[in-house]
């Protein structure tokens, strides 16, 4: 799993391992995907979506790829215990975790119900802790392992209307990052995660139309949203040789927009 910049991209050698993406049928879970299958991982292409898992699954192996798809409901413990074996059967070792899978319909705060709130905690948070204690024995008997969330800007740095149950979530998922990190490094087991900013998928048409991509795009630093492969290719880093020493932490990958006081001026440069 050496990495090495080249042309300006991080190349990574994951030949032999074995990386399982939840939430891998499109967005930034797809481009998650894409990347370790171009740097000669096998691919799981887990998602809810079992035709759209299975078209990316095709896709990726067109390009020269070696990928697999599966359908799974992070929701259900039951699902992920047996998404991990059959990846770990499948792919012949289990190197890679990455938990992208998230639930975020946009609900203003009073409107919040318990079914929304308990499917938005188990896809977001709860399946990770029933990933990781499924994915340790696999790890232990690879000899190593990495677990990688995406998490958010969104509830451990700012809030955005709408979202108290995914902030909630994602704040969450960072004290997990924390936690698990400590309690596995003895196992040779890493725990990071990325906080993504404003990217730009299917997902983000929750927050509006384009105009208000658009102001949002206006207001971020670099001036533009983000892009799947932002965070693809910091979750291959975080996944890489390079990363070895790396434990306990999340990267944002957000476009400075969270560096702003409130009342700032943006400069020209």
């Known amino acids: ?26 967005g930034i879970g797809a481009a998650i995907a894409r990347r370790f299958a171009e740097s000669d ?9 079992g035709d759209a898992a299975a078209a990316q699954a095709d896709a990726l192996a067109r390009a020269g790829g070696d990928a697999r798809a599966y359908r799974v409901d992070a929701a259900s413990r039951a699902e992920l ?62 000899g190593a392992g990495r677990l990688l969330v995406t ?22 998922v960072n004290g997990f990052i924390r936690a698990a990190a400590l309690e596995l490094a003895r196992r ?9 900013g404003m990217i730009r998928t299917p997902a983000a048409g929750n927050l509006g139309d384009a105009s208000v991509a658009a102001q949002i795009a206006h207001d971020i630093p670099l001036a533009r949203l983000g892009e799947p492969d932002d965070i693809a290719n910091a979750m291959l880093f975080l996944a890489s040789a390079d990363a070895a020493y790396i434990t306990g932490q999340t990267i944002v990958v957000d476009g400075g ?6 009342g700032a001026v943006l400069g020209e440069g």
Do not use: C
């Not at 991982?41 to 979506?49: E, G, R, S, Y």
């Open 257 to 262: 927009a969270t560096l702003p006081e409130s």
């Open 1 to 26: 799993m050496t990495a090495v910049l080249g042309g300006g991209r991080l190349r990574a050698d994951f030949s032999g391992r074995v990386v399982l993406v939840t939430g891998a049928a499109q």
């Open 81 to 142: 215990d047996a998404l991990v074996a059959a990846v770990e059967r499948d792919g012949g070792r289990l190197d890679v975790v990455i938990h992208n899978a998230a639930y975020f319909p946009l609900t203003p705060f009073a409107q919040i119900d318990e079914p929304t709130l308990d499917r938005t905690l188990s896809v977001n948070l709860s399946a990770l802790f029933w990933l990781a204690q499924a994915a340790l024995p696999a790890f232990e008997r690879a």
């Open 41 to 49: 991982a096998f691919v799981a292409v887990a998602d809810l979506n």
């Open 151 to 172: 998490s958010s800007v969104t509830g451990p740095r700012v809030a955005y209307p709408g979202l108290a149950h995914y902030a909630a979530s994602k704040a969450g």
């Open 188 to 196: 040779n087991v890493t725990v990071n995660g990325v906080e993504p």
